[in-house]
């Protein structure tokens, strides 16, 4: 089955740890994306990549750090500098159309505890 | 700047009817594609519909359609025959050449 897989579903740390959040695709796609959810908004664009060992900072980049090694893993770390990490976070990719970045698809999120 | 402005924060619907969910937008450019995301409780994001903004057809998927008004800049959401497995948070979502743009969402509660 080809899709996007986001582990572990539910994450609990203490407050002052770095934290790894997994995102694997196996669709082939040249784009992924992080996403963060907070109740009553929309989503919010964290970090985006378009090809391996490249990536750009979304909106609300601070705190947090990506690495593309490979093209089907886009991992996220929210560090200790983020100062409000308790959150949903989403995983998305996209075939890679040039300027447009063509409709993305998400994996099934990943919420994370911060206490 | 981009906007993606959805007005209703919450609506509901009878089993069986019909139900359409508003979505405005802004923007100076020509070429973009509009999206309707749907999040049920399970809060996985699912594409429901696609329209590109150069195509003057409404598109259609099932039992749910658009109402494209491009001058309007207005992107509603139809959805017919409405089932309780409707009931989610929809986000009208846009993207030109920047990033993909979500709006804040409609929570739909489909009643029995």
């Known amino acids: 089955d080809g899709g996007i897989t986001q582990s572990p579903k539910y994450l609990f740390r203490k407050e002052g740890q770095n934290v790894t959040l997994s995102c694997e695709q196996n669709l082939n796609h040249d784009a992924m994306y992080w996403y963060r959810q907070d109740p009553g908004q929309g989503l919010r664009l964290i970090y985006y990549s378009q090809i391996v060992n490249d990536f750009q900072k979304g909106d609300i980049a601070e705190g947090y750090s990506v690495s593309r090694e490979k093209k089907e893993s886009f991992p996220l770390t929210v560090t200790s500098a983020q100062k409000n990490p308790t959150a949903f976070y989403l995983c998305?990719?996209?075939?890679?159309?040039?300027?447009?970045?063509?409709?993305?698809?998400f994996g099934p999120g990943t919420r994370l505890t911060v206490t | 700047a981009q906007t993606v402005t959805q007005s209703q924060p919450e609506m509901s619907v009878q089993e069986a009817e019909t139900v359409t969910l508003s979505c405005t937008y802004d923007t100076s450019e020509n070429n973009y594609y509009l999206f309707w995301y749907k999040q049920p409780p399970s809060r996985q994001m699912i594409l429901v519909i696609r329209?590109?903004?150069?195509?003057?057809q409404n598109a259609t998927e099932n039992r749910f359609s658009v109402n494209f008004q491009k001058a309007a800049k207005s992107f509603s959401l139809k959805i017919s025959d409405s089932q309780l497995g409707d009931t989610a948070m929809y986000f009208c979502?846009?993207?030109?050449?920047?990033?993909?743009?979500f709006g804040t969402g409609t929570r739909l509660q489909v009643f029995p």
């Open positions: 998305a990719s996209s075939i890679d159309h040039g300027d447009l970045f063509y409709e993305q698809y």
């Open positions: 979502a846009f993207i030109g050449t920047d990033k993909l743009i």
């Open positions: 329209q590109e903004a150069y195509k003057q």
